[in-house]
């Protein structure tokens, strides 16, 4: 059962453009989530983060919006560059002290210059 | 900066034999996971750690153990590596009070 889903495995932009990725989640107790990176054969790095009773957070180019209803999340990457092609996932945290997260399968992007 | 730094990058092993994956973190977190990262499944948690002697399955522990004798490292132990144990393996630690988990540079295991 798969609690943070990511729909699209991939997906392509041109570079200066902006790109979206797009996470949801069934499991209403999540009240942390984060974005990390990663590049082939290489750990993933955490990008950004948000919190439940937040609905925007902003870090320079990034941007990730929460709709807590929908159950939905969003990483904005304004603009795309080149250097930003990896695999992006999302992940949750279940309130209650758990010091687990739970991951999306990740979105590839591309950035074509 | 955190650092998260694992034994050996690449690793080659033969079905059968004992595999031993070490990790260490030098930012003094209480917490420390093992994941194994697969095509098309994402990141899976095998094991965590929340403090010294002190371990927690996580969604995939079969034919997996952990070691945390001190603070600093988790080790993953293969007791009788299998082909389909063949994956990228990726630590990570957080301290107790943030939910960011920063991992490491990951190891590609191959089982033949």
């Known amino acids: 059962d798969q609690q943070v889903k990511q729909n699209s495995p991939s997906l392509s932009v041109q570079e200066g453009r902006i790109s979206i990725l797009n996470c949801d989640y069934t499991?209403?107790?999540?009240?942390?989530f984060l974005w990390y990176k990663k590049y082939p054969a290489e750990g993933p790095t955490f990008l950004i983060s948000?919190?439940?009773?937040?609905d925007k957070n902003e870090d320079g180019r990034f941007t990730v919006f929460l709709n807590k209803s929908a159950k939905h999340l969003s990483l904005h990457i304004v603009p795309s560059q080149p250097g930003d092609s990896a695999v992006y996932f999302c992940?949750?945290?279940?309130?209650?002290?758990?010091?687990?997260?739970?991951f999306g399968k990740g979105t590839k992007l591309t950035v074509n210059p | 900066d955190v650092k998260v730094t694992q034994s050996s990058r690449y690793l080659v092993k033969r079905t059968g034999e004992k595999v031993f994956l070490e990790c260490v973190q030098d930012?003094?977190?209480?917490?420390m996971f093992w994941y194994r990262q697969d095509p098309g499944l994402g990141l899976r948690l095998i094991y965590f750690?929340?403090?010294?002697?002190?371990?927690e399955k996580g969604d995939i522990p079969e034919g997996y153990s952990v070691s945390r004798e001190k603070k600093e490292r988790f080790s993953l132990i293969l007791e009788s590596a299998s082909t389909n144990q063949t994956s990228m393996y990726l630590c990570?630690?957080?301290?107790?009070?943030?939910?960011?988990?920063?991992f490491g540079p990951g190891t590609r295991l191959t089982v033949t």
């Open positions: 990570a630690s957080s301290s107790e009070d943030r939910y960011e988990q920063y």
């Open positions: 499991n209403s107790m999540f009240d942390y």
């Open positions: 948000i919190s439940s009773i937040k």
């Open positions: 992940a949750a945290n279940p309130s209650g002290g758990s010091e687990k997260l739970v």
């Open positions: 930012m003094d977190h209480e917490n």
């Open positions: 750690s929340y403090d010294v002697k002190m371990k």
